[in-house]
Structure formats: C-alpha cells, structure tokens
C-alpha cells in the first residue's frame, strides 16, 4: 500500500469517527430528552387520572344532593286546596352531609373546596327551611315549593353538577389524550 492510498484510507477512518461521534453526542442529548418527557407525560397522566377520580367522586355526591333537592320539590308540590305535610328526611341529610365531609378530607383542589362548601351551604339552607327538623306544613297558595325549585339553593346544587360535570369531562378527555401518547 503507498501513502496515497494510506492518506485515504486515514482520511476515511477520520470522517468514520467523526461521524461516529456526532451520532454519539446526538443520541446522549436525545435519549435523556425522550426519557424526561417520557416521565413528564406519566406524571401528566397520572395527575388527570387523580383529577378524574375526584371529579367523579365530587359529582356523584353533587347528583346525589340534587336528587334529595328534588325529592323534596316534589313532595312539597301544592295540593289543591289541602294542607300538605312535607317531610325532610334527617337520615338522607345526614348522610349527605357525611359524604360532603368525606369529599372534603381528599386532596383536592381549591375549586373542589368551593364546590364541597356550596354543597354543605345547600343542606344547611334545606335544613334551616324545616323549623323542627323533620317536616314543614305547606298550606295552599304557599310559595314553599316554587322557592324551593327557583331559589338560589336550586341553583347553587344544580351549578355545582353542572361545574363538576364540565371538569370530569375535561380530566376525561385528558386522561385519554395522555393514555393513547
């Protein structure tokens, strides 16, 4: 072999190893990229998976309530003409409001606190509106039943199924996008 081909042959292994190495640099700056974002993507997926879990957790309670308020609306409709005898029903209350302490000893965020509180606000005015606890006399021409449908206490349960059906929907969709990634 003369030097020429030598000079060649050297010149060949010197660009190999260059090459060599640029993949080398470029693979030690990918591989740890991939793996942080890899570990970022987990920790996505887990946070939306937890977000989930409690926004469920959240609305079914939130339902639950709205059932009980509902429950009540109809009991308390006006019969024509006749003195109605609605009754509260403390066990469901109480139960209710266990489970709204429950929702609040989890881990959630500072919206699911307001939430929890609107629910507990919601039994305490339900229960404010029955004097002795159990039953409240509706006599005809009473507007009880329409308050108790239109009024703000039918409207802060039923914002807060409707806020924390919108926010398990959007931990669904994420949990989903991060699931299939």
């Known amino acids: 072999m003369d030097a020429s081909a030598a ?100 881990d959630i965020d500072d919206s699911g606190h307001d939430r929890v509180e609107a629910m507990r606000s919601v039994l305490r005015r339900l229960h404010s509106l029955y004097p002795n606890g159990s039953h409240v006399e509706v006599r005809p021409g009473s507007p009880f039943s329409r308050e108790l449908a239109e009024g703000l206490i039918s409207q802060d349960a039923d914002a807060c199924v409707t806020d924390t059906s919108e926010r398990l929907e959007v931990a669904r969709r994420n949990v989903l996008r991060f699931s299939t990634q």
């Open 7 to 106: 000079a060649v042959q050297q010149a060949y292994a010197a660009w190999v190893q260059a090459i060599g190495s640029v993949i080398a640099i470029g693979v030690a700056i990918y591989v740890p990229y991939r793996q942080r974002r890899q570990d970022m993507m987990l920790r996505e997926f887990h946070y939306w998976t937890e977000r989930a879990d409690v926004e469920r957790r959240i609305y079914i309670v939130a339902l639950d309530l709205g059932k009980f308020l509902q429950r009540l609306i109809e009991e308390s409709r006006p019969s024509a003409g006749a003195t109605k005898i609605c009754t509260y029903y403390p066990t469901l209350h109480e139960e209710l409001w266990e489970r709204v302490a429950t929702l609040e000893a989890r």
